[in-house]
């Protein structure tokens, strides 16, 4: 479907090859109900197979990334309900997207807000970026990555603090844990960074790009020496592929390489 066809998201091209999507529910600091959801799956689902796009700018306003999910659309739920309807399994369609999302959080980003931060390839905050897990407060935890993924990303001690005190963290804390890449200065947008950072990524061979990601991401998923060896197979792989000669020989002529992403 076209942007035009949304409610809660705004679609966008900033720069050549750079796609955003922006959540845009402001009256309620972009809680992320279903229908929003659906949006982003629907959103990415036509990215993924457009060949202009190489990298997904991801943010919402300056107030909230998200402050989580929709604890309104909730809170009425029953056991049976969300068990047997899989409640928010949809949710883990993003981190299955195999074009590199990047982050840019700025204000709130709090329980499934931060999860969804989490889920994307790389985040970059503003100084005004507020991270937690305050499900706890709620009576409930976590439930769409963040005992796991906060944990890798920051640790065990640190994400037991989060989660057990449901407390929240900030920009810098989020940078000195490496949960963000970086925090970027006072005054600078960071939606316009981050736009930079997709736009850097967008102008590499897309092939290439791909199984980066996909090499990155095993390291969550699988043992060293696995890891090493897909590594190694991708690797390989890549000599299957035009951009790698015409990577080398441009590198070994001196000139600029033009991908063709095959
Ligand atoms: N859900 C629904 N509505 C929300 C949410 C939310 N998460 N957050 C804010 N809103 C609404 C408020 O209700 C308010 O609406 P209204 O104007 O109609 O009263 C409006 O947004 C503005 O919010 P506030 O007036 O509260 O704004 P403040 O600046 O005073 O406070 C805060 C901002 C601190 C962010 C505050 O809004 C807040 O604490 N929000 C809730 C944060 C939270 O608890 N998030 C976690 C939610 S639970 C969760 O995410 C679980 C994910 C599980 C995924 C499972 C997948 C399988």
């Given at each position: 479907s076209s942007s035009g066809d949304y409610t809660s998201i705004l679609v966008s091209t900033p720069a050549p090859g750079v796609s955003q999507i922006t959540l845009n529910r402001p009256k309620a600091l972009n809680a992320l109900n279903s229908t929003l959801f659906h949006e982003i799956n629907a959103a990415l689902r036509t990215l993924s197979t457009d060949?202009?796009?190489g990298a997904v700018v991801l943010t919402g306003s300056d107030k909230a990334f998200a402050a989580g999910a929709d604890i309104k659309e909730m809170k009425d739920k029953q056991f049976a309900e969300v068990y047997a309807g899989d409640?928010?399994?949809?949710?883990?369609?993003?981190?299955?997207?195999?074009k590199p999302i990047i982050a840019a959080v700025s204000g709130y980003a709090l329980g499934g807000g931060c999860e969804l931060a989490m889920m994307c390839d790389v985040i970059l905050a503003s100084p005004t970026a507020v991270f937690g897990q305050p499900e706890i407060n709620l009576g409930v935890i976590p439930?769409?990555?963040?005992?796991q993924r906060l944990t890798h990303a920051i640790g065990k001690s640190r994400a037991m603090e989060i989660v057990l005190t449901g407390r929240n963290f900030s920009a810098q804390e989020a940078s000195e844990w490496g949960l963000v890449s970086r925090v970027v200065p006072e005054g600078q947008s960071v939606v316009d960074e981050a736009v930079k950072v997709a736009g850097k990524v967008a102008s590499k061979s897309r092939i290439a790009v791909q199984a980066a990601k996909e090499g990155v991401n095993s390291a969550y998923e699988l043992s060293l020496a696995q890891g090493l060896h897909l590594e190694r197979r991708l690797f390989h792989q890549l000599?299957?592929?035009?951009d790698q000669k015409i990577g080398m020989k441009a590198f070994a002529e001196k000139q600029k390489p033009k991908w063709t992403h095959s």
């Open positions: 060949d202009s796009v409640f928010l399994a949809h949710w883990t369609e993003l981190s299955g997207f195999r439930g769409a990555g963040g005992t000599f299957a592929t035009n």
